[in-house]
């Protein structure tokens, strides 16, 4: 072995174990890669605690993972399942505490404010993971506040709640509004209205307490307005497209709501319309008679004493009225009308249809189509002249943009999906880089390190490592002296040598005269010890 690197030098050998380190450095580099399985997300979007958490549960199974940024936890990816599974049985990530907090055995000598508090806990938690079932939700927080019922208090403090909830997209009105009645379902004497519920991004969902007096009655009659021309917007965009295509129309609705309270009582009379309701008949009559008589004297007037009667003329009178009474009964007509709020005094609707796409040139739709899809829109929304409706439908040509809604994910090529393909690009590269290097360095590199040198081929290798000028002449000169024939072996050896790649060119040669007639006297030094060498 020694002979072996004296024979090829030791900058030579120092080279070629330097590639044959790194050469076997990247094989089992590529070795390692190709025998590492795709990773896959096993959590995203972790909490600095709850990624601890699960870093640790990973860490003492000896599962192999990677942390990236904003919490996400990779791991193997044919591990995924069995690793949530496990994790799930461990409550983690901890989407809050539940009823199980109650299975420690150790709760005797526990105090009743702790038993509140973990009590309290509980059904913050349950409530979260409910919560978190919902479709949009990625996570929750359940924050609860029920005051305890005071000794001799009148009056109870109602209780309140308020929802942390981190989303995937936007969640509707109706999800909110869930949401605030399960929460309040779950907790006695609890209201939907006293539930607030806020998103990540610190936006008021819905409101505990509910705006009261006009601000209040402003907000909801906003609300009604917006979901009113959603539900108006959905309906035509629904119809349209089941004619033109999906992604191929776009209604916008502005409506004109009167949230007015009017409450009208109007009575009509008809002079002409009568009939005789009751008639009442009353009838005076009278007589009187007066007849001649004695005087009025003191002798008539004494008792005992016989009155005087004398002739005299008498009046005889009488007087009679007759009294009728009719009642009529005139036709009245009494009108009540209640007009209640949220009544719609006119409605705007505008359509945008894309026309059709015919061996990649657009074409605009037919009148006809244009009028049909206008009559359908009108007969959608309730159209009403009378109230100033608004109905346009214009044919303009769509962006051209991927609108495929619902469409079936991309089968597998062959039944590999993307992991698998990646694995499989990956280790062709790893093989091109193999062969490459193999062709283009390993060849030449065994070639030249199983070659015999020539007598001063290491003084050759000095001359192109930087040796000086009279270092480079000692090979060429030495095969230019004359003085002694060389031994057999010494032919052996030059023959092998006129059979080695890279021998002694005609440029080298020119080289080492122009070196001899630039540097004459080194060149002469230089013969000279060769002359005094022992042959």
Known sequence: MPDFIKAIGAARFGVM????????AFFLYTAGVLSTP???????????????????????????YEIKDGGTIMVPADQVTKLRMDMAQQNLPAAGVGYEIFDKADTFGTT???????????????????????????????????????????????PSASVVIKTRGVLGKGQVQAIQHLVAASVASLTPD??????????????????????????????HTTDYEDRIRQRVEGMVASVVGQGHVRAQVTANVDYNHINETSETYDPDSKVVRSTQTTEHNASDQNGGGAPVSVANALPGQQQQTGGGDSTKSSSGSTEETTNYEISKTVKTSEVNQG????????????????????????AKEMSQIEGLVKSAIGFDAARGDQVQVVNMAFARVDTTVGTEAPKPLLGLDGGSWFKIIQAAIFALTALLIGIFVLRPLVKRMFAPLAPGGGAMMGAVAGAPAAAQLAAPQAEAEPEAPPPPDRVESMIDISRIEGQVRESSVKKVGEVVSSHPEEALAILRSWLHQPV
Do not use: M
């Open 112 to 158: 009743a404010f702790v038993q509140n508090i973990n009590r309290l806990r509980a059904v913050e938690g349950e409530l979260a993971r409910s919560i978190q079932t919902i479709e949009g939700v990625e996570s929750t927080r359940v924050h609860l506040v029920v005051p305890e019922r005071q000794i001799f208090s009148r009056d109870a403090q109602n």
């Open 17 to 24: 174990a330097g590639v044959a380190a790194a050469l076997t």
């Open 194 to 223: 006293h539930v607030a519920i806020i998103d990540d991004k610190g936006n008021l969902l819905a409101g505990g307490t509910d705006l009261q007096g006009a601000e209040g009655a402003a907000t909801a009659q906003e609300q």
């Open 38 to 64: 795709p990773k896959s997300i096993l959590f995203s979007g972790l909490e600095q605690r709850d990624a601890a958490a699960v870093v640790a549960k990973l860490e003492a199974s000896n599962t192999p």
């Open 343 to 366: 009544a719609v005094k006119k409605l705007s609707v505008a359509v945008v249809i894309d026309g059709t796409d015919k061996d990649g040139k657009y074409v605009a739709r037919t």
